[in-house]
């Protein structure tokens, strides 16, 4: 374990000891691809399996062969880099989606935060937050890639327990995004930016962001420190997903935290999805203890000082994973499909929105060529206003965040820190109350995120 009942914690923020852990148990259940040629050294993990069948899962997966072969050998050259900005991936390992819209999805349930927004009890009310935050890796664990989004993106997000959300992409080289969500219940502020170590046929992605919540009833303000993310068989082998490591959620106004830890998967699927832990008073002894599956539910149970179960007390399950539809293409909930849809768009739609891009409607109709000729396009024009911006010597500005000054420490690296401005709900607030207001149709609204209408795209 990374924590243990008197709150202490190998490594900081989650990027510590446990990666000698992972380590050793990840070799327990890869194999080389040995025997094979040009692939030596490549490491298969089959999640649900032991070290004897990696050559046989190594031939699964949705890559076709020349397709898979042909990427692995432009591939190499980026082994132990930082492939965040450097890689462009092909359209048919994404998801109809983008990670401006990925980050929404930690709205699904919201309910939480007002359980935690009206709950008295300073340790339950933590609770409810960080089962909230644990609840957004049950979407987590679909194993297809968002779109990267294009400098100037939005998504807006409406309709669902009152939440008014904005996200916008502030920042291409490297990517960053922020995002503001409110309600009557709470503030959610984030600035995402991720770093990644190339391994092969795997991935290791570290969240160098920022996440604040503030839960308006008591004024408490919580930050969190999430665990990083291992994308397994990238290329060769079933894509999988884990998230070993320590969660962190600290009430910044009292010092009272919650120090949960995600289980490794281990051999045949031992460990996998597991998380548990402890909520902290601020003199660091425990008070509840929380364990279940980040895919599946959360329960917890008030404990004593040595971390044991309170006599009479009963584990009592917080939060569980809402059905799916069946057989789903790309294992959408049906809160991921409300997120394409524009039934949660509000009216008039900025022309940036992410629900407009052509490519990401032609792969959600399953028309892959389409989706990535568009895909391509974008990206070009994306280097064009680049090209027009340096050469005009100007600068990008977001519309809806500003550039603070503080810059955010992280377990991973430091962090520039974006702030929502509050023009988006003054922007929001005059459409509402206009009579005449056009909706927005991804067939007939061109997507435009653009700063400059003239740029010249490259033949």
């Known amino acids: 374990m990374a924590s243990n009942k008197d709150g202490n914690q190998s490594g900081s ?24 040629l040009g692939y030596e050294g490549l490491e298969v993990v089959n999640p649900e399996g032991g070290n004897e069948d990696a050559g046989a899962e190594a031939q699964r997966g949705r890559w076709k062969q020349e397709d898979r072969d042909n ?33 929404a999805e930690l709205m699904e349930y919201s309910y939480l935060l007002e359980l935690a927004d009206e709950c008295e009890d300073p340790h339950m009310r933590l609770v409810y937050a960080a089962t909230w935050f644990i609840s957004v890796y049950h979407a987590l664990q679909r194993t297809w890639k968002p779109f990267n989004p294009i400098l100037g993106e939005t998504y807006e997000f409406v309709n669902h327990a009152g939440i008014t959300f904005i996200a916008e992409q502030v920042c291409h080289h490297p990517p960053i995004g922020a995002a503001h969500a409110e309600n009557e219940h709470f503030k959610y502020d984030i600035t995402s930016k991720v770093k990644s170590k ?14 604040r919540l503030t839960l308006k009833k008591s004024g408490v303000v919580l930050d969190l420190v999430p665990p990083p993310t291992k994308v397994h068989n990238l290329i060769f082998g079933r894509t999988w997903i884990d998230s070993p490591g320590e ?6 106004t009292t010092g009272d935290k919650v120090l949960l830890y995600f289980q490794p998967c281990g051999w045949f699927g031992a460990g996998r999805y597991e998380v548990d832990g402890y909520v902290y008073n601020s003199e660091e002894e425990p008070k509840i203890l929380m364990t279940g599956k980040w895919n599946e539910s959360i329960s917890y149970q008030p404990c004593d000082l040595e971390g044991e179960p309170l006599p009479g ?19 959408y909930t049906y809160f991921a499909h409300k997120i394409n849809s524009f039934d949660t768009a509000p009216k008039k739609l900025l022309a940036s929105d992410s629900r407009l ?21 974008l990206e070009e024009r ?26 955010c420490p992280t377990p991973w690296g430091e962090l520039e820190v974006y702030e929502y401005n509050g023009k988006y709900h003054e922007h929001r607030a005059a459409i509402d109350s206009s009579d005449h207001v056009e909706e927005a149709d991804a067939k007939t609204t061109e997507f435009n995120p653009w700063q400059y209408e003239d740029s010249v795209v490259s033949a």
């Open 357 to 377: 891009r052509p490519d990401r409607y032609a792969l959600e109709i399953g028309d892959v060529s389409k989706a990535s000729s568009e895909k391509s396009r």
């Open 198 to 211: 190339f391994l092969g046929n795997s991935v290791e992605v570290y969240p160098l962001g920022r996440s």
């Open 247 to 252: 969660m962190i959620l600290t009430n910044l």
């Open 382 to 407: 994306q280097r064009a206003d680049r090209r027009t911006r340096e050469a005009k010597g100007d600068e990008f500005k977001p519309k809806w965040f500003n550039l603070s000054n503080e810059i």
């Open 13 to 36: 923020g989650g990027g510590g000891g446990f990666f000698s852990f992972l380590g050793s148990s990840l070799t327990n259940i890869a194999k080389s691809v040995n025997g094979m």
């Open 71 to 103: 990427y692995w050998k432009m591939m190499q050259k980026y082994i132990g880099a930082d492939i965040t900005s450097l890689v462009t991936l092909p359209v048919i390992i994404c998801e109809p989606m983008t990670n401006l819209q990925k980050m």
């Open 313 to 331: 007390s009963t584990m009592k399950e917080v939060w569980k994973a809402a059905e799916g539809p069946k057989n789903d293409k790309f294992q």
